[in-house]
């Protein structure tokens, strides 16, 4: 009976495992096809459009999309969608900074129309954070179309991945068009989230850089969760693990307002969270977001010296004085470094962060660098509240990061079948 019931499960598992290879192995195969001419990466909107438009013929769609949704002509997915005769475009849905991205950072967001294509757009940064049953009436496919910047404390997945739980729950398929990762395929550094510390910019166990694409990261969580969503993802033509963005031929449109470079989102997976704080200015406000540690209490020489020392892979650090614009620090002469990436594949953003804050912390013992008043926020991006406690216990960056690295290996091995891409 033991026997026969080992067996039977094991016979289960090795199904089921077939299955789920299976679902996947179609996107896989499609994926590992010869690159384009000139090198040039097809992302989702593009393959959708030109090879599988079948998914879309008769259906009425809803587009969850920002300016970062485009065709590698720059053509808007909404203007795409919109001109495709076999199928109808009848909503749009914008996350944070919304469907044109010229809202700032936190600020909600009303239901509005389209001027162009007259076409109603939901806000899921305003009311609610996901479609409501209302919003998907009349839907017959709902799709997303958003570039991400591979880190986890920016809230543009976790509209995905509601929108795919409602999508589910109104008996909607969902798809994803999939987008290069900016920081490649292969980067996956910092703690798996605590699930105590879920927020808008950390809802699920993830890492903080998870080293995978959005289509990619949907098939995780729909999987790994058990959402049984009707998921669908268009995979790219074209693109490898080991690129960064400027290798994929693609122009980068900007994310957000302070991400208007594809090497922007290497320098917020570096600082984003101490900017969190705001005891210490990343450089919003200034032209150089995200590129720049400050304050006035700080000695630009001495600081970039020190952490020059460390040779930390992949960047270097410059002493310099500016003046924010705009934002918390505004008008105040602030000193520091500038962040110089000498080698974007050997670059750590996890680790730069951690050694910049236990350098200041370091340098300035009576400076307050974690204040009461915004650590939680800090917390919050981290997913632990563990990196700040032990950086001000005086713990060694080296050994904050050998604490994480066990449920990190065990994210990676959980990821590996989700992967689409060589």
């Not at 289960?12 to 001419?37: D, E, G, I, Q």
């Not at 300016?67 to 996350?95: Q, R």
């Not at 074209?238 to 957000?256: E, K």
């Not at 216990?393 to 080296?398: I, L, N, Q």
Request: aromatic share 10%; glycine share 8%; proline share 6%.
């Amino acid at each position: 009976m033991t026997c026969s019931f080992k067996f039977t499960g094991a016979l289960r598992a090795r199904n089921n495992s077939l299955n789920t290879w299976a679902k996947f192995l179609p996107a896989l195969l499609f994926s590992l096809a010869a690159p384009p001419a000139f090198g040039q990466v097809q992302p989702g909107i593009d393959v959708l459009l030109n090879e599988q438009s079948s998914l879309i013929d008769g259906k009425r769609i809803g587009l969850i999309t920002n300016p970062t949704g485009v065709t590698s002509d720059l053509t808007s997915t909404i203007d795409a969608l919109h001109a495709v005769k076999s199928a109808k475009l009848v909503a749009l849905f914008g996350p944070e900074h919304g469907v044109r991205g010229d809202v700032f950072a936190g600020e909600k967001i009303a239901h509005s129309t389209d001027p162009k294509t007259s076409v109603p757009i939901y806000s899921l940064y305003g009311a609610t954070r996901q479609p409501t049953a209302e919003m998907l009436k009349g839907i017959d496919v709902l799709i997303y179309d958003v570039q991400d910047i591979g880190s986890r404390a920016y809230t543009y997945i976790y509209t995905m991945a509601l929108s795919m739980q409602a999508a589910t729950k109104a008996g909607i398929p969902f798809m994803v068009l999939d987008r290069p990762n900016p920081l490649g395929g292969n980067l996956i550094e910092g703690p798996v989230l605590d699930e105590k510390f879920k927020s808008f910019i950390g809802l699920y166990p993830i890492p903080y850089i998870y080293g995978m694409t959005v289509g990619e990261l949907a098939n995780y969580l729909n999987e790994e969760f058990k959402w049984g969503a009707n998921l669908t993802v268009v995979p790219m033509r074209g693109w490898r693990r080991a690129m960064l963005f400027n290798d994929t031929g693609l122009s980068w449109v900007p994310t957000s307002p302070h991400v208007p470079h594809a090497e922007t989102a290497f320098f917020i997976a570096a600082t984003g969270g101490i900017g969190e704080l705001q005891t210490i200015s990343e450089g919003v406000g200034y032209t150089l977001p995200f590129e720049l540690i400050g304050q006035s209490w700080i000695e630009p020489e001495k600081l970039a010296s020190t952490l020059n020392v460390l040779q930390l892979p992949g960047v270097r650090f410059r002493p310099l004085h500016f003046r924010p614009y705009y934002f918390g620090l505004k008008d105040q002469r602030l000193a520091g470094v500038q962040i110089h990436l000498t080698d974007a594949r050997a670059f750590q953003p996890m680790v730069v962060q951690l050694w910049v804050l236990a350098t200041l912390i370091k340098l300035y013992p009576n400076q307050e660098i974690f204040g009461a008043a915004r650590h939680q926020s800090f917390d919050r991006a981290m997913g632990t509240d563990q990196v700040r406690l032990r950086l001000a216990a005086r713990e060694t960056p080296d050994k904050i990061i050998a604490g994480w690295q066990e449920e990190l290996e065990a994210f990676k091995t959980r990821r590996v079948k989700y992967l689409l891409y060589e």
